[in-house]
T-cell receptor
Framework: DGGITQSPKYLFRKEGQNVTLSCEQNLNHDAMYWYRQDPGQGLRLIYYSQIVNDFQKGDIAEGYSVSREKKESFPLTVTSAQKNPTAFYLC?????????????FGEGSRLTVL | AQSVTQPDIHITVSEGASLELRCNYSYGATPYLFWYVQSPGQGLQLLLKYFSGDTLVQGIKGFEAEFKRSQSSFNLRKPSVHWSDAAEYFCAVGLTGGGNKLTFGTGTQLKVEL
């Protein structure tokens, strides 16, 4: 079945460490997105990519980095510069670059900084 | 910039009762509008979407939503709530340009009393 796979589902990190969250999709979607979810704040866009080898900052990109070397993969690195990284991270993809396409979401990765 | 407001943080209804979740948006043009549902620790699932045409849209699981341009609203409704509808609901608005991003509201947590 086609879908979006995020791993790991749970991740614990010590302060000062970088961590990378994986996002893989087999839907042949062009665009991919990373959102951060905190209680009471909804989803906030971190980075997005509309095409391979290109990506743009979202609303809260500071302390994060991404790459898009393959169409199906869009990993997110949470760097030590992110001051409050504990959150639920959601990866999503869209079938077409045009705005009418719905977002398909993975099941999320929960990062906890100890 | 566009924004989405979900004024109700928590709503509690009895099973079998009707439900209406409110969503208001701020955007200059006619937006693309979405409702998503999220179960605890999971990703988001699309309930329904509005792009154009009939302002009353039907979605999955018996949900519907009505787009009212004059009120800048896109409220979600269900005639009879089931206990399995307990979840968090997010309204989102899509840009018609500039990155094809979705902006999400802060969510409404629905509790269903048996």
């Amino acid at each position: 079945d086609g879908g979006i796979t995020q791993s790991p589902k749970y991740l614990f990190r010590k302060e000062g460490q970088n961590v990378t969250l994986s996002c893989e999709q087999n839907l042949n979607h062009d665009a991919m997105y990373w959102y951060r979810q905190d209680p009471g704040q909804g989803l906030r866009l971190i980075y997005y990519s509309q095409i391979v080898n290109d990506f743009q900052k979202g609303d809260i990109a500071e302390g994060y980095s991404v790459s898009r070397e393959k169409k199906e993969s869009f990993p997110l690195t949470v760097t030590s510069a992110q001051k409050n990284p504990t959150a639920f991270y959601l990866c999503a993809s869209r079938r077409q670059v045009a705005n009418t396409g719905e977002l398909f979401f993975g099941e999320g990765s929960r990062l906890t900084v100890l | 910039a566009q924004s989405v407001t979900q004024p109700d943080i928590h709503i509690t209804v009895s099973e079998g009762a009707s439900l209406e979740l409110r969503c208001n948006y701020s955007y200059g043009a006619t937006p693309y509008l979405f409702w998503y549902v999220q179960s605890p620790g999971q990703g988001l699932q699309l309930l329904l979407k509005y792009f154009s045409g009939d302002t009353l849209v039907q979605g999955i699981k018996g949900f519907e939503a009505e787009f009212k341009r004059s009120q800048s609203s896109f409220n979600l409704r269900k005639p009879s709530v089931h206990w399995s509808d307990a979840a968090e609901y997010f309204c989102a608005v899509g840009l018609t340009g500039g990155g094809n991003k979705l902006t999400f509201g802060t969510g409404t947590q629905l509790k269903v009393e048996l």
